[in-house]
Structures are given as structure tokens and as C-alpha cells.
């Protein structure tokens, strides 16, 4: 369970990886076979030992990586006009998840990029109805986004790259797929991808057909299936010169250009939620071919399942408005027990999400930290039990190890990796069950009850010392009275060095209460009261021990 425990150093961007944006003339562009096709092609490379559910061939492939042991992987990135919720975070975690089997159980390199959406129409609507510009709100959801996921323990990518940074690239990009036949600009200033030019190649995530019926179309556009790659600019809107007039870029264009500006043609892993598989990830794709005369960008797309809320067949989003924020999940749960709920499905699945499920995931991090601290205290000499068959252990730990190594490579399939490390959990319990804690007997009951007493009162009055600091002065200060904020400075700093001095104490408590804990003498610090209690089997009541002012 390493994997939910600290964070990975991120890796540095490498050098050569291809060509970005407009590179190299278009004449020296392999041209596309004219037999037009929508079939995977596995890629040429190293097997990495995976095999991974890809979304362009709708069964299970190895993974192979054009570079061993590196795994170049783009990742859709939030549009920051809001907070960011659970449904996002699910997404987030999972691939977080991924990433760090990846990294930790196969030794892959993983090079990431994620793209940050900062301007868009909700961003334009929203910054009008706060009466700021699109610009600063997006920096501070941004800033918010970041700060989530460091709360999630998710791993920051390699690189953020932000749409408004990247303008000139996009514009570069729009004209090399202009010049390839597949998009053409319109009176009005906007500028779209022609599907039906691309034929039977559209629909390679979807069975939607580029030569299906059209609804009515009331735009510039020349058909409605046709996606936007420029938009014109509206009035007082925030915008950028192009050679096709003021305006910003459609939302498809920018994670193209992006990804192509680090990683050129040559992609691993492209990740997202089930939601962007079409239109978005499906326009990626048609833009990125088209644009690197390649047949075929991206060799594995792999998408998260749906966050359900209990009893709704319809997943968690904001339009929907029955969302739950991820500041205000974790003034409840913490970021070890989401992914833990994340680790007990499969990552392409859809998932209810209830307090329920929440309090299982709960249970199964109690356990796992149970069995530890009894296998640490056992380690120790603080529990007595009947001989530990070790040979049966070992066996076990090495046959879990196969299980889980062998789970994580057929499509990361945590849920059977927890089963399996579970399993060994319990049969472990099973060898420490005969454990016998310090129990109170005969005549000896008595005194050691008193002793325990004493203990408790004797722990309760050094932690009264240790936390009675002194109150901080009630002085009224005076704008420009030097010597009034003077004195309220030496007081802060008095107070500071106080708890340094006295931390010691409050430790040595803490301690205390863990190490009786091992003997099943459980000691509670409740406010104004400590109380103490023998575990089951302990055969005595509560104790209470009052503390003294």
C-alpha cells in the first residue's frame, strides 16, 4: 500500500521527444495512405508488461512505449471558472493511481502534461457576473485546482501549459490544417474542421459516422457536425489578433497544439474522463492526424468511469448542479479514505459515491492499520500468542506480491489487488488471534486498577502544564503606540518559545497512551476529563480519572 503513502519526485521534461507546432515544411510530411482506415495499429516499441484497456480499439492491448521505460502521457486538464468537484477528483485520483503503478511497480519514467483551460465561455460568463476579467478568474481557480489536488495527494504533472500561453501556437496549428484541406474560415471570422473532408477517419472513439444525417445547422458553419477551431470574437470580449480577425480558440484546438508542442506526433497515453471520449478526445484526434499527416496520434486512450451520487443514474457536474465540492468532502473524509473508495473499483468504471461506500473504504483503512500496529506490537514482545508460523507467512506475502503485480498489469485492476492484499491482512489476524493483552485478575485486579488510575492522573496534569500557556494580553492598541505593539510582539514570542519547551511533555503523553494502547489499556482525552478503559477480554469497566484544575 505504498502507493497511498508519500509522493513521487516529478520527472523532468526530456529533450527530442518530436517536432512541435509547425515543424518541418508540409511537403516533408508523410502523406496519408489513400485507403482511409479506422483500425488500431499497435504501436512499434517496448512492452511495457501492461495490457490496458484502449478506448481507439475497444479491447484490451499491450502497452507499448516508443521509449523504454518512458511513458509520454497527456492529460485533459480542468476549465477553471469554478471549484472543482468530487466527479473531478475521482477522475484525478484514478489516474493519479495509474500513474504511480506505473512509476513504482513497472519502473516507467512517466512525462506528463496537462493542459489548463483559461479561457472559455463559462470563464467570459462567470468573470462578467463577478465583475472581474476572465484572466484573474482563471488564475485563481487555477490556484484552487492545484491546492485540491495537493489536498487529494495527486501528484502534480510534469508541466502545466495554459491555453493563453500558447496562442500564437494555435494559430500556427490552425493554419497548417487549413493548408491540408480539412478546415476552412468563414465570413464572419471563425474557423472549422471539416468532418465530411475527413471521411470514414472520423469516429475512431465513437461509431458516430462523418457521413450521417445532419441536423438543421443556423451557423456559418457548411455542415453540423463541423467543430470549431476559431472562434470570432464578440463584443467586449476577451480576444487575440488572428489572420482571420479578433477572437480566441475553439476548445478541442487547444489540447492538440499543446500536446503536439511537447510531444510532437509521437504520443503514449491520453487519459480524460468517459464524458470527453467524444466530441473532445474524438476532434483531438481527427486535428492532431490531420496536422501531423500521421495515421494515427495518440496510441492508447484511456478514460475514467463516471461518480455517480446514490440513487441517480446521472453523474456528478456542475450543470447538474448535485455536486459536492472538495474542499467541503474533506472537512469530512480524508484524502487516504477517497482513495481508498477510488482503489475498490476499477478505473474505467462507474462508481456511486454515498457515505456508505465512503464508510466502507473507512473500515478497510482500519483494518490495514490494526493489523500493522498488532504486527508492530508483536514484533516488539508487547503481545503474547501462540507461536507465528512464518514459513505459512512468508509463503503468503510472496504469492500476495504475485497477485497484486499481476492485477496492477492486467489493466491496473486495484480491486483485486485490495482483495488480495486483504486476504493476506486476514489470514494474519487469524495467527494473532489468540493474542492475550494484560488483563485484570484475582486480587491483583484492585491494584493495578489503582495504579492505572494514578497513571492517567499523573499523564493528565503534565498535559495541563504542557498546554496552559499564558493568555495573550487584552491591551487596546493605539494606532502609532510603538510600545504597545512592541510589548504584544514579546508576548507572541514568549508564548512561541513556551510550546517549543513543552513539547517534549505533550509527546512523551502521546507515547505513553501508545504504549499502554498495546497492552489494551486504551486512555481517551475528552476536554475537561481523561478516561481510561481495558480492551475486550479486559473483564473491568470504564475508568475515569478527573482531571485537576
Not at 139 to 163: C, G, N, S, W
Not at 312 to 317: G, R, T, V
Request: a neutral charge; one cysteine or more; proline letters at 3%.
Amino acid at each position: 500500500m505504498t502507493m497511498l503513502r508519500g509522493a513521487a519526485a516529478a520527472v523532468a521534461v526530456r529533450c527530442g521527444l518530436g517536432p512541435g507546432p509547425g515543424g518541418g515544411e508540409v511537403a516533408a510530411r508523410r502523406c496519408c495512405s489513400a485507403a482511409r482506415r479506422r483500425e488500431w495499429v499497435p504501436p512499434v516499441g517496448r512492452d511495457s508488461g501492461i495490457v490496458a484497456y484502449n478506448s481507439r480499439s475497444r479491447t484490451k492491448e499491450p502497452l507499448v512505449l516508443a521509449k523504454d521505460r518512458v511513458a509520454t502521457w497527456y492529460s485533459c486538464g480542468p476549465t477553471v471558472y469554478d471549484h472543482a468537484h468530487l466527479g473531478h477528483a475521482c477522475s484525478y485520483v484514478r489516474f493519479d493511481i495509474i500513474r504511480r503503478i506505473m512509476t513504482k511497480f513497472f519502473g516507467i519514467e512517466v512525462i506528463m502534461v496537462m493542459g489548463i483551460t483559461d479561457i472559455d465561455d463559462k470563464i467570459i460568463k462567470r468573470a462578467n457576473e463577478m465583475n472581474m476579467s476572465p484572466v484573474a478568474l482563471a488564475r485563481i481557480y487555477e490556484e484552487d485546482f492545484k491546492q485540491d489536488m495537493a489536498a487529494l495527494k495527486v501528484l502534480p504533472p510534469t508541466v502545466y501549459m495554459r491555453v493563453t500561453e500558447n496562442i500564437p501556437q494555435i494559430i500556427s496549428f490552425i493554419e497548417t490544417v487549413i493548408a491540408n484541406g480539412q478546415a476552412y474560415a468563414t465570413s464572419q471570422g471563425n474557423v472549422y474542421f471539416d468532418v465530411k473532408s475527413w471521411g470514414k477517419r472520423y469516429g475512431v472513439l465513437t461509431t458516430i459516422s462523418a457521413d450521417a444525417q445532419d441536423e438543421a445547422v443556423n451557423t456559418d458553419k457548411r455542415h453540423g457536425k463541423d467543430f470549431a477551431l476559431w472562434k470570432a470574437a464578440k463584443p467586449q470580449e476577451l480576444s487575440w489578433t488572428s489572420p482571420w480577425g479578433k477572437g480566441r480558440p475553439g476548445w478541442h484546438i487547444e489540447c492538440s497544439t499543446i500536446s503536439s508542442a511537447v510531444f510532437g506526433k509521437q504520443l503514449d497515453i491520453h487519459t480524460g474522463g468517459i464524458d470527453l471520449a467524444f466530441p473532445h478526445h474524438e476532434n483531438e484526434i481527427a486535428q492532431c492526424e490531420v496536422y501531423h499527416q500521421c495515421e494515427q496520434w495518440g496510441n492508447y486512450f484511456l478514460h475514467s468511469g463516471h461518480l455517480h451520487v446514490k440513487g441517480s443514474q446521472e453523474k456528478m457536474s456542475k450543470s447538474l448542479k448535485n455536486y459536492i465540492t472538495v474542499k467541503d468532502f474533506l472537512k469530512k473524509f480524508s484524502s487516504d479514505q477517497f482513495r481508498m473508495y477510488c482503489l475498490r473499483s476499477r478505473y474505467s468504471s462507474a462508481v456511486e459515491f454515498s457515505d456508505e461506500s465512503m464508510d466502507d473504504a473507512k473500515n478497510l483503512l482500519q483494518a490495514i492499520s490494526s493489523f500493522i500496529k498488532d504486527a508492530n506490537a508483536y514484533i516488539k514482545g508487547q503481545l503474547i500468542c501462540d507461536p507465528v508460523r512464518e514459513d505459512i507467512l512468508w509463503e503468503r506475502l510472496a504469492s500476495t506480491k504475485v497477485t497484486v503485480k499481476a492485477s496492477f498489469a492486467d489493466d491496473f485492476d486495484t480491486s483485486r489487488a485490495v482483495a488480495a492484499i486483504m486476504d493476506l491482512i486476514h489470514h494474519g489476524n487469524r495467527q494473532l488471534k489468540a493474542v492475550t493483552k494484560v488483563a485484570l485478575r484475582g486480587d491483583n485486579s484492585a491494584v493495578l486498577s489503582n495504579v492505572i488510575d494514578e497513571l492517567v492522573q499523573f499523564r493528565t496534569k503534565v498535559r495541563h502544564y504542557a498546554l496552559a500557556l499564558p493568555e495573550a494580553a487584552e491591551t487596546a492598541l493605539v494606532e502609532g503606540d510603538a510600545g504597545a505593539k512592541g510589548s504584544k510582539q514579546e508576548e507572541k514570542e514568549k508564548r512561541q518559545q513556551l510550546m517549543r519547551e513543552r513539547r517534549p511533555l505533550l509527546e512523551a503523553c502521546d507515547s505513553l497512551r501508545e504504549n499502554l494502547a498495546a497492552f489494551g489499556i486504551h486512555i481517551k482525552d475528552r476536554a475537561a476529563v481523561s478516561t481510561w478503559e481495558m480492551a475486550e477480554g479486559g473483564g473491568q469497566a470504564e475508568q475515569q480519572a478527573q482531571e485537576k484544575s
